[in-house]
């Protein structure tokens, strides 16, 4: 497949802010672009994780209907995306045909035997990343080397809220930044094996 069509341009346009979220998050990340019967489901990295298993990965996916009937698997640079989606005009993105390769492709979150856990407001979504992020700025001084900031952000983000149901943080870090919270709504946990998954009406964000 060479091109995806959104069917209509503002569903393309929502493509494109999802995209330029993550960008601001990792300017250097991708996108991995699945096409099956007809959805689009788009994932991202928030987090990278560690050892071969990608413990603590932090996973942002959106799944769309798309006027496609081929399949695709492609993880292509947020660059080159970028540069597809600038031309405009048109509902219809053409993949970019030179893809990357980065660890958390490899991670297939399940598809099915999600367990509700319970429900957190999107507010207190949104506080517990704003807590987050101010705690890693704080702890973040001009002077501190690479290493130590990466340890702080690894045990902010990896650490679980006080909320009930309680979540890793980074899934809080995940929705926030990537705009699925949604203002006066809920945002529905489910879990399945090693896997956690906070659920809105704009998209998921899962942590393993």
């Known amino acids: 497949m060479s091109s995806i069509d959104f069917g209509d341009e503002h569903a393309l346009a929502d493509f494109a802010t999802f995209v330029g979220r993550a960008r601001q998050v990792r300017a ?19 987090l990278d994780g560690s050892g071969l298993m990608g413990e603590g990965a932090v996973l942002g996916l959106r799944v769309v209907p798309v006027a496609a009937t081929d399949d695709l698997d492609a993880t292509v640079s947020f660059a080159s995306i970028g540069d597809r989606l600038a031309r405009g005009g048109s509902a219809v993105l053409p993949v970019p ?82 705009g699925f919270t949604v203002a006066g709504s809920a945002a529905s946990v489910s879990a399945n094996g090693r896997w956690t998954r906070l659920s809105t009406s704009q998209g998921h964000v899962l942590v393993r």
């Open 28 to 46: 250097d990340g991708a996108v991995r672009l699945q096409v099956m019967g007809g959805l689009l489901l788009s994932t991202v990295a928030v």
């Open 97 to 178: 045909p030179v893809t990357v390769s980065v660890p958390w492709a490899g991670l297939a979150p399940p598809r099915g035997g999600w367990e509700p856990v319970g429900s957190l407001p999107c507010s207190d979504v949104d506080d517990i990343a704003r807590q987050g992020i101010s705690a890693v700025a704080e702890g973040s001084p001009a002077t501190a080397g690479g290493l130590a900031v990466e340890a702080l952000r690894r045990r902010v983000w990896g650490a679980m809220s006080d909320t009930r149901p309680p979540i890793v943080a980074g899934l809080a870090l995940g929705a926030h930044v990537l």
